[in-house]
Nanobody, 125 residues
């Protein structure tokens, strides 16, 4: 019903910035919450940032607070995350997720209904 496609990942030096995009397509999109998750090699998937689609209210993991900024463009059905001051700890596969059924902004991956394929982010020193 819904397709999510991430883009913007890459290989960057520590201290650099990167902007990821998540484009939603398919059936008419009425999303309650969209979020970014990431998964480092050998680690569990973790919540990065989320946004309520209608109101635009946001929530960030402590590890990225102050460095990352999540946003969305309703007209383009696209979500973004601006990532600044990147560190090697930010390395991982970044996934876009969408919750169609709840207004609750959850940090649990199991609460999300649709997922993108992921985009790789590698930060080197």
């Amino acid at each position: 019903q819904v397709q999510l496609v991430e883009s913007g990942g890459g290989l960057v030096q520590a201290g650099s910035s990167l902007r990821l995009s998540c484009a939603a397509s398919g059936r008419t999109l009425i999303a309650n919450v969209m979020a970014w998750f990431r998964q480092a090699p050998g680690k569990e998937r973790e919540f990065v940032a989320g946004i309520r689609w209608s109101a635009g209210s946001t929530y960030y993991a402590d590890s990225v607070k102050g460095r990352f900024t999540i946003s969305r463009d309703k007209d383009k059905n696209t979500m973004y995350v601006q990532m600044n001051s990147l560190t090697p700890e930010d390395t991982g596969d970044y996934y876009c997720a969408l919750d169609m059924q709840s207004m609750f902004l959850s940090i649990e991956s199991s609460q999300y209904d649709f997922w993108g394929h992921g985009t790789q982010v590698t930060v080197f020193t």
